[in-house]
Every structure is written in C-alpha cells, then in structure tokens.
C-alpha cells in the first residue's frame, strides 16, 4: 500500500492511513502506542485512561520564558 501524497510505502493498509493522519492531517496520537485521533480531546481522554498519564494541549503551555 502507498500514500497518494508522498513516497511513503507498507506492506499493511492501516499503517499508510495510520501515517496519512499523523503526517498529513496532522492528527494527534498516542506516542506511547501509536493511536490516532481526530481530535486533542480523545487523545488526552485515552492518555489518561489507558496510560495514566495527564497531556497538555500545545496551545495551553505556556512558551514564555
């Protein structure tokens, strides 16, 4: 399987949607397991629940120092 939108290749379909989203719709994901999510809010959900872990929405840190 391709990605339509550059040179990226893989033997499993779910890996090129799974890269689609991340690199070109630039979809959260889980960094510890690689799950996708149409939007910040599930991701910090799943973070939490499945990880334990709190995530802080990009936009809400704070970059001044």
Known sequence: Y??????FHSTWKN???RH???KHLNFP???VCSVT???????????YNKH???VVSP???DTSF
């Open 20 to 22: 689609v989203n991340v």
């Open 52 to 54: 334990g872990k709190e």
């Open 2 to 7: 391709k990605c339509n939108q550059c040179n």
């Open 15 to 17: 890996c090129v949607q």
């Open 37 to 47: 999510f149409p939007e910040f809010e599930k991701l910090k959900e799943h973070m």
């Open 59 to 61: 936009r809400d840190q």
């Open 29 to 31: 994901y889980c960094k």
